[in-house]
Each structure stands twice: as structure tokens, then as C-alpha cells.
């Protein structure tokens, strides 16, 4: 499985933007590039995913390098509840999520 | 979307006992997952369920010690046997409903073993 790099933890102050990267220089073409996290004491959730275009949606946002070798999350104002451990994480062919360590968000108040 | 419930929710055992976790979806699906999450660690992925034929293990993993069953397009359940404390853990079901789409998550069964 293509592995992925992100920093061990993050803080960002409430309200503001937090920019989330991650590193996937062994990405396949056919990879699809997805985003979880992960509260506490609960389940992984679903953030978004993208292959190669920018995605926007009510959660978050994904900017994905040209050369798809990294890519950025993008909360566009964090809040207390976004505290969480993402996940940056590599889909192939074989549709199963392995995870890595994550980036543990701080927010700030 | 994918609701996902497990049971039971939570476990205290004894070591050298087996437990049964249960994974029920209210949808079928196609692709259904077991992962182990230790104290302060991130999600191991076991197994993927297969419905008829024999769960894929992941490296480490072995069917003798995490049997699984995947009866139908709804339902699986994972055995822990001959338990030890090293495996207290939250073991969690999850599912795809669309291949390469959104991945759901259960809430987890949180297994303590004495």
C-alpha cells in the first residue's frame, strides 16, 4: 500500500482556518486520496476524498498538488469540535482503508 | 450512507475465553471490514469479510485466532479466541457500500481482558 506522511500534531486557534498537509510521493495513478478523522471515544468518519480536482464540500475542502505527490485538508473555520485525529489516507484498486498515524488537530479557544 | 451497530458494546473476559463480536448494517453491502484499535494507537485493519467464501487476513492476522462469519450481505461477526490481555482493544466493523466511495465505521466494541 502507497504510504502517506502527515505531522504528528497540529493547533490552530478557534475561527480560523487550519490547513492540514499530507504527503503521498508513491501515489498511484488509480489512488484515490481520502481524508477520515477520528473524534474522541468514537468511530472513524468520512471527510472527503478526491482523485485528482480540488473538492469542496459542507465538511471540509481538499487541494491536491498537480503532481498528486501531497495534498492539503482544509477546515475553513475551526471550531472546539474539530479536534480530532485526521487521517490522510490512500484508496487502490483493492477499496481497503489502512491507516497511518494521523495529525492530532488542537483547537485553541 | 451505512448505520452500523455492534454488539456488544463493551466486554470484560477472562484469558483463554473467546468472545463473538456481532456487525449488523441496516443496507446490504458488498465490502464489510474488521479493524483492531489498541490503547493509543491508530486502526489496524484484520480482515475483510467476504459473504461466502473466507475472510482475507491481513499480515499478522490468522483465522485461528480471529475467526470470522459473513452469512449474508448484512451481517458479520468476529471471534477473538483464546484470549489474552494483549488483546484488549476496540475492535470495530466497518463498511463500504460503494466501492471507492465513503467508508462507514461502528462505534466500536471495547474488549478488556483480565
Known amino acids: 500500500d502507497a504510504k502517506t506522511t502527515q505531522p504528528n500534531s497540529m493547533e490552530s486557534n478557534e475561527e480560523e482556518p487550519v490547513h492540514l498537509p499530507c504527503n503521498h510521493s508513491?501515489?498511484?495513478?488509480?489512488?484515490?486520496i481520502h481524508w477520515y478523522r477520528q473524534l474522541p471515544s468514537q468511530g472513524p468518519e468520512y471527510v472527503i476524498h478526491g482523485l485528482t480536482s480540488n473538492v469542496n464540500n459542507r465538511m471540509a475542502s481538499l487541494a491536491i498538488a498537480e503532481d498528486r505527490k501531497s495534498s492539503t485538508l482544509i477546515l475553513h473555520r475551526a471550531t472546539l469540535r474539530d479536534a480530532a485525529v485526521y487521517y490522510c489516507i490512500l484508496r487502490g484498486r483493492d477499496d481497503k482503508i489502512i491507516f497511518g498515524k494521523g495529525t492530532r488537530l488542537h483547537i485553541l479557544p | 450512507s451505512a448505520v452500523i451497530s455492534q454488539k456488544p458494546s463493551r466486554d470484560i473476559c477472562q484469558r483463554g475465553t473467546s468472545l463473538t463480536i456481532q456487525c449488523q448494517v441496516d443496507?446490504?453491502?458488498?465490502?464489510m471490514f474488521w479493524y483492531r484499535q489498541q490503547p493509543g494507537q491508530s486502526l489496524t485493519l484484520i480482515a475483510t469479510a467476504n459473504q461466502g467464501s473466507e475472510a482475507t487476513y491481513e499480515s499478522g492476522f490468522v483465522i485461528d485466532k480471529f475467526p470470522i462469519s459473513r452469512p449474508n450481505l448484512t451481517f458479520s461477526t468476529l471471534t477473538v479466541s483464546n484470549m489474552s490481555p494483549e488483546d484488549s482493544s476496540i475492535y470495530l466493523c466497518?463498511?463500504?457500500?460503494?466501492?471507492?466511495?465513503?467508508?462507514?465505521f461502528g462505534p466500536g466494541t471495547r474488549l478488556t481482558v483480565l
Open positions: 443496507s446490504q453491502v458488498t465490502m
Open positions: 466497518s463498511v463500504s457500500p460503494q466501492a471507492g466511495n465513503e467508508q462507514f
Open positions: 508513491t501515489i498511484s495513478g488509480t489512488d484515490y
